[in-house]
């Protein structure tokens, strides 16, 4: 074993090879030791060279230094099992042959003899008994585990709690705002389907008025086509009659029906108009009311009315109204009224001019009630005012 152990020794530091590096010349020698024996070199291109302790050859050394140097693995692999077998049978120093290993080298962590400390590689290296070693390892081990197991003293473990807690609180912040979400849209999509629902009802009544006012008249009317159709299928029947008498008296009764049939008064209602018009009511209260305020948006009571009622020129009772208004046409009209009705209650009898005038007036009346009502109606669901003060506006004689 002892010749064994020279053959592992270096022949630089005379000690078991530690890294040993192959140079080109064949010679192995410890990484440590090539590094004490480099020198500057201005002949080779790395800068650097050394000569072989043991044939003198010059070597370069490579730009990345010794580590380039091929590392002798059969050589270490040989040691590694050499330093087992001798570790577990043998307590004596591998590099001081004899030497007892009793001093524990503190720095290098490993069993040294005296040599070793005082011309080994472990000279001025700090030392201890190893039991005493072995005592202060053992009680700093002890103090580790607790550390480790005592969550309060980890660094790790308090800061995963406190991200944790963090990461739970912000997902709890963003449940409630996804709650909150979900309820808002949930009670917004419920007014606004309450509120279409209205809109659609209202429209749907609307059309039953519709086909109530037109219905009958169309009725009829398809009767008096039907009348029509059959009266010509009948003239041309009456027209392949070969009998002369035959043909003359249906002739008249076809003739008879047919001015009776002309004497038939067409319906010619007045074109009516729907009031107000969703689609303005959408684009002019709807697209400009804040999404906050849908409840507050007031549902338009819906109705017809004649197209001149509804034109913005300025005809018929519009253009009669607006003459009334005139100060000077009150004045003149005040003064003419109380000087017939003066007249009519001075004679006992009540003259035709004035009972002309007075059905001409109540023509005006009426006339002027309606244009007020389609105005005031156009005010209260253009401006959104509630119905209850639209009703306040004008007398009951107007709804």
């Known amino acids: 074993m002892e010749r064994l152990a020279e053959e592992l020794t270096c022949a630089i530091c005379y000690d078991i090879f530690q890294e040993p590096r192959v140079l080109p010349c064949s010679h192995t020698f410890c990484q440590g030791c090539l590094q004490d024996l480099l020198q500057p070199s201005h002949e080779f291109p790395s800068g650097r060279h050394l000569r ?95 550390e480790l197991t005592d969550k309060s003293h980890s660094k790790a473990f308090s800061c995963s709690e406190r991200l944790q807690q963090q990461k739970a609180q912000c997902q709890s912040a963003l449940q409630s705002d996804r709650e909150a979400v979900l309820q808002y849209f949930n009670e917004l999509g419920d007014a606004l389907e309450i509120k279409k629902a209205a809109l659609l009802s209202a429209l749907d009544e609307l059309d039953s008025c519709i086909s109530l006012k037109y219905d009958p008249l169309i009725e009829d009317v398809e009767k008096l086509k039907l009348e029509e159709i059959e009266l010509k299928e009948l003239l041309s029947a009456v027209e392949k009659e070969e009998s002369p008498l035959l043909f003359l008296r249906k002739l008249d009764g076809l003739q008879q029906r047919f001015h009776a049939l002309i004497q038939q008064q067409l319906p010619n209602p007045e074109p009516l108009e729907i009031h ?75 003259p035709a001019p004035l009972k002309a005038l007075s059905e001409f007036l109540l023509q005006i009346y009426q006339d002027s009630c309606i244009y007020l009502w389609d105005r005031v109606q156009e005010l209260c669901y253009t401006s959104a005012l509630p119905r209850e003060l639209c009703r306040r506006i004008l007398p009951d004689d107007f709804y």
């Open 276 to 350: 107000p018009r969703m689609e303005t009511l959408l684009q002019d209260t709807w697209s400009k009311t804040e999404i906050g305020q849908v409840n507050n948006i007031h549902i338009p009571e819906l109705y017809l009315t004649g197209k001149s009622h509804c034109s913005g020129k300025q005809t018929g009772a519009s253009a009669m109204w607006a003459a009334l208004r005139e100060p000077s046409f009150i004045l003149l009209f005040v003064s003419l009224v109380v000087s017939l009705w003066h007249t009519a209650i001075s004679s006992g009898t009540i």
């Open 52 to 146: 072989c302790p043991t044939c003198r050859a010059v070597v370069s050394v490579p730009a990345a230094r010794l580590e380039a140097l091929p590392l002798n693995f059969a050589l270490k692999a040989v040691i590694e099992k050499w330093q087992q077998e001798e570790g577990a049978g043998a307590g004596t120093c591998r590099a001081h042959p004899r030497q007892p290993l009793n001093i524990y080298c503190l720095q290098d962590r490993q069993l040294v003899c005296g040599q070793c400390l005082t011309i080994g590689k472990h000279h001025g290296h700090p030392i201890d008994d190893l039991q005493s070693a072995y005592r202060k390892a053992k009680e700093a081990s002890g103090k580790l585990l607790a």
